[in-house]
C-alpha cells in the first residue's frame, strides 16, 4: 500500500496569480532542493480572437511537437483554432529537470501574462514520491505541486495542490507516518496555509483484487436493486410514485436524524446541504459508513445510498426504499408522511445491509488504523 498526503493551498481571495506563482517559488528555494521537473498542459481559450497557444508557439518554437487541433473548434475567422499544448501524455514519466529561474519565468507566462482558457503545470520533484504506474496522463494521481487554472468556472486564482508519499508497503503503525523524503515537510510547511488529506492507493496484485473483490460485492447489489429486486420486506409499502410535479416537501432532517440515531449514525454538516443528508458513523473496525439521502432540487425525488470504506477501498450500495420496476429511481417526497415511511424503508435496507454484507467486506481487510478519519 502507497500512502500520500494531499494538501491544497489556501489564500485569500485577493491574492494575484502573480502572489501565488512567488509563493510557490519561494517554497522550492527554502527547501533548497535540486532543479524540479515540469510537464503542462494548455487549452486556449475559445471567446477570445487571439490564440495564446499561438502565442506561446511563437515565444517558444520548440514546443510545436506538443500541440494538438480540436476538430470543430473554430476561430471567429472561421479558422481551425490551436486547441492544446500537452506533454502530460509523453511515454514516459522521468523527471527531466528544469532550472528554477526558468521554471519561475515559465510559471509567470502561464498564469499571468498568456490568457489560456485552461491550464495545468505539474512539477514533480523526487521529494515528492515516484509516480503511480498505470495512470498515465492523470496528472493528479502523481505525486508532484500542481498548478491549474480555468476559465470555464469563471475562475479568477491559481489551484494550487501538493501530494507528498508517506509510506510504501509493510504494516501500518498506530501513529501516522511522516514523509519519505523530510525536506517534503519544509516544502509544503512554505507554502503557507494548507488543507491536507491521506490517500491511500493499492500497490500489490493481492491490494488490487481485494479492492476489486469489494467494488464487485457493491456493483453486484445495485445490479439487483435496479431490477427491483428487495432484500427484506419494507415496513411500508410505497404506491407506484406520482408523475406530477411535487411540491416542495416540508422539513426533512429532524425525522431522519432521529430515525438514525438509535442505529448509531450522527448527521455530518460538513458533507451535507443542497438538498443532501448525510449520516456517518465508524465500524467497530474503524472503517467509515455512510448513508446518504439525496432529495433533487426539482422533483424532490430522494434517492439512496450506503457507503462503506477505508484505507484504499470502498463499496456503495444502492438503497431501494419501494418496491417496483423502477425501484432504483427517484422517490418523490410529496408530504412529511411520505417522508417517515421512506426513511423507514431505507433504515430497514441498511440494516440487512450492515447484517450481511458489512461482515464480509471487512472480513477482507485489515482494522483501520487508529489515525485514518473517513
Known amino acids: 500500500m502507497r500512502i500520500f498526503q494531499a494538501h491544497d493551498l489556501t489564500v485569500p481571495k485577493t491574492a494575484s496569480n502573480d502572489t501565488i506563482v512567488s509563493l510557490v517559488v519561494q517554497a522550492f528555494e527554502r527547501t533548497g532542493v535540486p532543479d524540479p521537473g515540469c510537464w503542462f498542459s494548455f487549452e486556449d481559450n475559445l471567446t477570445l480572437k487571439r490564440s495564446a497557444v499561438q502565442k506561446v508557439l511563437k515565444d517558444e518554437p520548440a514546443f510545436a511537437r506538443y500541440e494538438s ?129 491521506w490517500i491511500f492507493e493499492p500497490e500489490s496484485d493481492e491490494e488490487h483484487e481485494r479492492r476489486a473483490e469489494i467494488l464487485a460485492l457493491g456493483w453486484n447489489w445495485r445490479r439487483d436493486a435496479t431490477a427491483g429486486v428487495s432484500p427484506v420486506g419494507f415496513p411500508f409499502a410505497l404506491p407506484e410514485p406520482p408523475i406530477p410535479f411535487v411540491e416542495r416537501p416540508p422539513p426533512l432532517k429532524a425525522d431522519l436524524v432521529s430515525a438514525f440515531k438509535p442505529r448509531g449514525y450522527k448527521y455530518d454538516a460538513s458533507r451535507s446541504g443542497h438538498g443532501e443528508y448525510v449520516l456517518v458513523k465508524r465500524t467497530a473496525r474503524g472503517h467509515g459508513v455512510e448513508a446518504c439521502f439525496d432529495v433533487g432540487p426539482m422533483t424532490h425525488g430522494v434517492l439512496v445510498s450506503w457507503l462503506v470504506h477505508g484505507p484504499g477501498w470502498g463499496a456503495n450500495f444502492d438503497v431501494p426504499v419501494w418496491s417496483g420496476k423502477h425501484a432504483s429511481d427517484r422517490y418523490p417526497v410529496d408530504s412529511l408522511a411520505t417522508w417517515v415511511k421512506i426513511v423507514a424503508n431505507a433504515g430497514a435496507v441498511i440494516d440487512h445491509i450492515e447484517a450481511t454484507m458489512l461482515p464480509k467486506i471487512e472480513a477482507r481487510v485489515d482494522r483501520a488504523p487508529r489515525w485514518w478519519r473517513p
Open 69 to 197: 487541433r480540436g476538430e470543430g473548434l473554430l476561430s471567429q475567422e472561421g479558422v481551425a483554432r490551436l486547441s492544446t499544448l500537452n506533454d502530460l501524455n509523453e511515454p514516459d514519466w522521468n523527471i527531466a529537470p528544469t532550472p528554477l529561474s526558468a521554471l519561475t519565468r515559465w510559471l509567470r507566462l502561464v498564469f499571468v501574462t498568456y490568457k489560456f482558457g485552461r491550464a495545468e503545470v505539474l512539477v514533480p520533484h523526487p521529494l515528492f514520491g515516484e509516480p503511480v504506474p498505470g495512470h498515465g496522463s492523470r496528472s493528479g494521481w502523481h505525486p508532484a505541486l500542481r498548478l491549474r487554472y480555468s476559465s470555464a468556472f469563471a475562475q479568477r486564482q491559481i489551484d494550487v495542490s501538493c501530494r507528498v508519499e508517506h509510506h510504501r508497503g509493510g504494516d501500518l503503525d498506530e501513529s501516522p507516518p511522516p514523509p519519505r523524503d523530510p525536506r517534503a515537510d519544509v516544502l509544503v510547511s512554505a507554502l503557507g496555509k494548507v488543507r491536507s488529506g
